[in-house]
T-cell receptor, first 118, second 115 residues
């Protein structure tokens, strides 16, 4: 089956530093990747949609200058949390949608990254 | 944009009983409705999905029904087992245009199955 990986799985950083999270589709090409944030005991909230070779589309209320997204290839998207603060502590999950030619509706989720900002 | 409401927020059943979780959506253009199971600290796992051209779909103990007119869909789990205990999320999306299939999730249901 389709596998999506994320790295790192867990990161602890000091306030004011930047953190980069990688999302990779291991055995398929993904023209579209999505980044979600999930606070404890809450649902997944879409942050942005990332398309290979173009700028990401951010959801309302998500600061694009704070959450930098790069989708440089068909198998890799990165999310950089810049100048992280304690309120950015959350579970960040990516998902990848296989290229349209595969004719599938399913998104495949990564295992998530637990970010803790001290 | 799309809005998905999910009920109940918590559901407690005895092993062997059935469990039903309901969701409503607002955007009549939505045409794909997946259900996910998420265990603590893990990724959401797709358990079943349904497209708008189908009214019901079943996979062993799990079934999903869709009422397009009323804009609601439901997850049915029969013969529940303790390992079914998790958080369940419904979601909705529409394909076409610039949506790229982005999912809008319900608030989640914490299902507890007591042995």
């Amino acid at each position: 089956g389709a596998v999506v990986s994320q790295h790192p799985s867990r990161v602890i950083c000091k306030s004011g530093t930047s953190v980069k999270i990688e999302c990779r589709s291991l055995d398929f090409q993904a023209t579209t990747m999505f980044w979600y944030r999930q606070f404890p005991k809450q649902s997944l909230m879409l942050m942005a949609t990332s398309n290979e070779g173009s700028k990401a589309t951010y959801e309302q209320g998500v600061e694009k200058d704070k959450f930098l997204i790069n989708h440089a290839s068909l198998t890799l998207s990165t999310l950089t949390v810049t100048s992280a603060h304690p309120e950015d502590s959350s579970f960040y999950i990516c998902s990848a949608r296989p290229a349209r030619r595969l004719i599938t509706d399913t998104q495949y989720f990564g295992p998530g990254t637990r970010l803790t900002v001290l | 944009g799309e809005n998905v409401e999910q009920h109940p927020s918590t559901l407690s059943v005895q092993e062997g009983d059935s469990a039903v979780i309901k969701c409503t959506y607002s955007d009549s253009a939505s045409n794909y409705f997946p259900w996910y199971k998420q265990e603590l600290g893990k990724r959401p796992q797709l358990i079943i999905d349904i497209r708008s051209n189908v009214g019901e779909k079943k996979d062993q103990r799990i079934a999903v029904t869709l009422n397009k007119t009323a804009k609601h869909f439901s997850l049915h789990i029969t013969e529940t087992q303790p390992e079914d205990s998790a958080v369940y999320f419904c979601a909705a999306t529409s394909f076409g245009g610039t949506s790229y299939g982005k999912l809008t999730f319900g608030q989640g249901t914490i299902l507890t199955v007591h042995p």
